[in-house]
């Protein structure tokens, strides 16, 4: 048995990474956040220890370290995503290996900075990827692999999660601390582009404002105009009175079904991880360049073989 600890106890992800660690057979030792709305751990680890305070978490955890019975194994984050690089930086130096939401940090110069403490330490840092998980992805990964045209097959992605008021007031709608609407929900989509149809080889922005984003990616196997919003007033017309979210991902016009088989990927990655098989931070270097390349780019005109349809609305 492992023992966890838990930064960012009070996230929206978090009971995701209290069930799998639940679920791996391991210990929730204890668990920080400066929120402590966190009354889900009593129906998951009610034993754990708690603190809003960092420092009390950070003495804590050094106290733990006496016994090798108590000692920390993992540290995972799911703190804001402004606040990972500090967070993972503390977890290694606590001498532990470092379980951590996307986006890990927001520049390749960070995760070089990253790589440098993990030989300080001798400690890993590990990226939850679930979608490199998911079978659906899998097959069409298989699938890509095993064919024998060269044709760069061409791909639409869409994705628009409704979200309130409340979304600009949170840290999420903080630039500063999100990196952005394409960072913060984006990322996933994008290393799941890269893990399907290999490296990338052309990133144009044609629009960015604070709730919604799209652009054009081109990898070696594949041509993808994409749209990410968190406006309701995006949503297509046939669902809007019925969804507050909308998920589409076509390749060369038929649609890939996965709105399945996301309960456990969380359960999945960290047995991965506890197996050794883990996704490190070379693994998630690609997706963060290209989030940072986005963030960094200036919108240009869309060629019409590149433009995402939605973009008509915008106009």
């Not at 290393?191 to 490296?199: A, E, K, P, V």
């Not at 081109?218 to 019925?242: C, G, H, M, Q, T």
């Not at 240009?300 to 073989?305: F, I, R, V």
């Amino acid at each position: 048995m492992n023992n966890f600890a838990l930064i960012g106890a009070a996230g929206y992800i978090a009971p995701r990474h209290m069930k799998a660690i639940k679920e791996t057979g391991n210990n929730l030792a204890v668990g920080y956040d400066v929120n402590d709305s966190v009354g889900i751990i009593d129906s998951i680890s009610p034993q754990s220890e708690f603190f809003t305070e960092f420092e009390r978490f950070q003495e804590h955890a050094w106290q733990l370290k006496r016994n090798p019975e108590t000692t920390l194994h993992y540290v995972s984050i799911c703190s804001p995503n402004y606040l990972h690089h500090a967070h993972i930086a503390a977890g290694l130096r606590l001498g532990c290996d470092v379980i951590c939401e996307k986006p890990l940090v927001p520049t390749p110069e960070l995760l070089d900075e990253l790589a440098l403490i993990e030989k300080e330490t001798g400690r890993r840092v590990y990226n939850i990827l679930q979608l490199r998980h998911h079978q659906a992805i899998l097959d069409i990964k298989q699938q890509v692999e095993q064919e024998q045209c060269n044709d760069k097959h061409v791909v639409e992605l869409t994705y628009i999660t409704s979200r309130g008021k409340w979304y600009m007031e949170s840290w999420k709608g903080d630039p500063r601390k999100s990196f952005g609407v394409a960072t913060n929900i984006g990322v996933h989509f994008f290393d799941m582009l890269y893990f399907i149809f290999g490296n990338l080889q052309k990133n144009v922005l044609h629009y960015s404002s604070d709730c919604k984003a799209a652009g054009y990616l081109e990898y070696e196997k594949a041509r993808v105009p994409w749209f990410l919003s968190i406006d309701a007033e995006d949503l297509p017309d046939s669902v809007k009175e019925n969804q507050t979210t909308y998920r589409s991902i076509s390749v060369d016009g038929k649609e890939i079904e996965f709105s399945g088989g996301f309960t456990d990927l969380h359960t999945v990655s960290y047995q991965e991880i506890l197996a050794g098989r883990g996704y490190g931070l070379e693994d998630a270097r690609h997706c963060i360049e290209t989030v940072h390349s986005i963030r960094s780019a200036r919108p240009q005109e869309p060629k019409a073989s590149e433009a995402h349809p939605f973009l008509n609305k915008l106009v």
